[in-house]
């Protein structure tokens, strides 16, 4: 099993501003995932995020608005840029568990754009 | 369109009551999942399923992947206060790589 810690676990901002996200995985980890998900519907992937390469968007993200760092093989971080309303979201960092796919998941960051 | 077609989307019942959600592709998966997400969590695994027609039992809840590996199903007998949460499939494939195919998930609220 892997424990996942995402910082903030919830904040409110304004319109324009960026906020940064942390996820702190207690394990080596070859690939982390960042997920967007409104409240009480399913998980959309924003990206891939590979140790020493750049992350793979999924389409309808791009770097611009969603920068990912991954200094190393514990860590990551997912930026919303230029953050609108439309941004209020769920966002959730995850790791592979087995060799059957299997994620296990941060709790979460509830972000809230006014 | 999405490629795992989940129902119900929204389900309240009584304490008691048993229930079953369906997760439905035209798709073969080589595995399928279950998880459990409460408010203020992340997802959790219940059960991976990898075999067509395997039967997976996890207390109260008995989880079966079809035979073609297209679909698969999650009863729950006797329905808690604390099985109360949203309800997601997710599948994968070669075809998919690393990535997880999420169904639109069920809510589920059981009533005391």
């Known amino acids: 099993s892997a424990v996942i810690s995402q910082k903030p676990s919830r904040d409110i901002c304004q319109r324009g501003t960026s906020l940064t996200i942390q996820c702190q995985v207690d394990?080596?980890?070859?690939?982390m995932f960042w997920y967007r998900q409104q409240p009480g519907q399913s998980l959309t992937l924003i990206a891939t995020a590979n140790q020493g390469s750049e992350a793979t968007y999924e389409s309808g993200f791009v770097i611009d608005k969603f920068p990912i760092s991954r200094p190393n093989l514990t860590f990551s971080t997912l930026t919303v840029s230029n953050m609108s309303p439309e941004d209020s979201s769920i966002y959730l960092c995850?790791?592979?568990?087995?060799?059957?796919?299997?994620?296990?998941f941060g709790e979460g960051s509830r972000l809230t754009v006014l | 369109t999405q490629l795992l077609e989940q129902s119900p989307q929204f389900l309240s019942i009584q304490e008691g009551e048993n229930l079953t959600v369906y997760c439905n592709s035209s798709?073969?998966?080589?595995?399928l999942q279950w998880y459990r997400q409460e408010p203020g969590e992340g997802p959790v695994l219940l059960v991976t399923v990898v075999t067509g027609g395997e039967v997976k039992k996890l207390k109260r809840l008995t989880f079966q992947f079809g035979d073609a590996r297209k679909d698969s199903s999650l009863h729950i007998t006797a329905a808690q206060p604390g099985d109360t949460g949203l309800y997601l499939c997710a599948g994968a494939g070669m075809e998919y790589g690393n990535k997880l195919v999420f169904g639109a998930g069920t809510i589920l609220r059981v009533k005391s």
């Open positions: 995850s790791v592979n568990a087995g060799n059957t796919g299997e994620l296990f």
């Open positions: 798709s073969v998966f080589s595995s």
């Open positions: 394990s080596q980890v070859t690939m």
